[in-house]
């Protein structure tokens, strides 16, 4: 059969780094191998908290066609600078506030604007048979709306995250609120699949627009890629992951962000307990990312340094090599609205490991399927005890050697080659619908 374009439209996409680009990257690397050819419509340089060239040079590989737009002059005197880094806390959250007051639904609306520009042009050199886009930033979805009615190719929405209930979200305003909505309404309404990383956001979606039914809106959950999993370690990485070399301390390892309700807090009073009641457990608390400053000084005033290795951002390819060297991985969600269609994208690669998991997490999709995943420890996120409790279990069922063991079946479908191929039948379905 005859090779297809999908238009993809995506704020978030290599060489940035964060878990927001993984889904999307993913998805354009294993799309030509089913016969779809992606072409890639995202930023030019722009300023992010980080940077991964080994994934850019994944898609490239793969043969992704991307087309970037040009930076604004504010942000070409910017970039000489670098990388920016992650603000406190609470600056951060003021400064997304500010954002949802002045901007609806987002302040990527003027990229949204260059890119249906761009994208204009390539579907007038290129015939494109179906576009993808997705959110967030929601406003790349709005654009996506936009092109599908101008030039009558169909179009899917992706959601990585809830639109309208978002738990990042302030609505200042009533006006703000059906605002958001009205978009919502008008952009889901044109599109002619949704698909959304798990059942709650599915459902979520589908009690509050009475247009959807259950074929619309497809789960395609976040994963894992064989690739990187397979990828040997070389000495010299593993030197620099692993300093203290072979200890024979139990390694735990979070790997990821804390911001807004996610937080280390609970763990690190849990842990500092554990030490002070089981002095015999060695153990060694690995993070890649962001912990920032704050954190680092809570750890220090619980007397944690001695235990803690910050690796600090970490190119993806690094990231999994450290999971797959530890013995045990963690999550938490804390208590947020509508937390329960949340489902980090780090969980879905910790899946790839089949390591044990402590899951400290509200009841949701994160939850069931940490528990679907069979080789879990699950604790509410503020539980202090009750991570005590898990992670003292763990160490022992680690010293001796007894395994929980996860569900093969439920590890082999988050295969990122198997997710393609479903995103591949809902590309096919959109087609059909013209």
């Known amino acids: 059969s005859m090779a297809h374009t999908v238009l993809v439209l995506a704020y978030y996409y290599p060489p940035m780094g964060l878990s927001g680009v993984q889904r999307v990257a993913k998805f354009t690397k294993y799309l030509p191998q ?6 890639v419509v995202t930023t030019g340089p722009t300023l992010y908290y980080a940077e991964d060239q080994t994934l850019l040079h994944e898609v490239e590989a793969a043969g992704v066609e991307i087309v970037r737009t ?3 002059l504010r942000v070409k ?8 880094t992650m603000p406190r806390e609470s600056v951060r959250k003021f400064i997304s506030k500010s954002s949802s007051a002045l901007f609806v639904p987002d ?3 003027k990229w949204a604007a260059k890119a249906v520009a761009l994208a204009k042009d390539v579907v007038a050199r290129h015939p494109v048979d179906v576009i993808f886009a997705s959110g967030p930033p929601f406003s790349t979805v709005m654009a996506a709306a936009q092109l599908s009615a101008e030039t009558g190719i169909p179009y899917v929405a992706d959601y990585r995250d809830l639109w309208y209930g978002n738990q990042f979200h302030s609505y200042p305003t009533l006006w703000h609120k059906h605002r958001h909505q009205k978009f919502e309404h008008q952009t889901l309404a044109r599109a002619s699949r949704i698909t959304v990383t798990n059942r709650r956001m599915k459902e979520f979606l589908i009690a509050n627009y009475e247009f959807l039914d259950f074929h619309d809106v497809v789960i395609l959950p976040h994963g894992w890629d064989p690739d990187d999993f397979a990828q040997p370690m070389s000495a010299e990485t593993r030197g620099r992951l692993f300093p203290n070399g072979s200890t024979d301390a139990f390694r735990l390892t979070f790997t990821g962000t804390f911001y807004d309700s996610v937080t280390p807090v609970p763990f690190f009073k849990a842990i500092k307990k554990l030490r002070k009641e089981h002095p015999e457990v060695n153990l060694e608390l690995h993070f890649a ?3 920032r400053k704050e954190y680092q000084a ?7 340094d001695d235990i803690i290795v910050n690796h600090g951002y970490l190119p993806h390819a690094e990231s999994v090599a450290l999971i797959q060297q530890s013995d045990a991985l963690w999550m938490m ?7 329960d269609t949340w489902a980090p994208a780090k969980l879905y690669e910790y899946f790839g490991t089949q390591k044990p998991i402590l899951a400290s997490t509200p009841k ?3 939850r069931n399927d940490a528990m679907a995943y069979g080789a879990s420890y699950i604790t509410d996120p503020y539980d202090v005890p009750a991570i005590v409790q898990a992670v003292l279990s763990m160490y022992n069922d680690w010293r001796t050697g007894r395994h929980m063991t996860p569900n093969r079946d439920f590890v082999l479908q988050h295969q990122r080659t198997v997710l393609t191929e479903s995103l591949v039948k809902v590309l096919q379905k959109a087609l059909r619908v013209v």
Do not use: C, F, Q, T
């Open 298 to 304: 809570k750890a220090h005033r619980m007397k944690l």
């Open 77 to 84: 005197k910017l970039l000489e600078k670098g990388v920016i």
């Open 34 to 39: 089913y016969g779809w050819n992606p072409i």
């Open 107 to 109: 302040n990527k609306k």
């Open 364 to 366: 949701g999709a994160a």
């Open 70 to 72: 040009e930076p604004s």
């Open 289 to 291: 990312g962001m912990l």
């Open 333 to 339: 969600l804390g208590d947020a609205r509508n937390v």
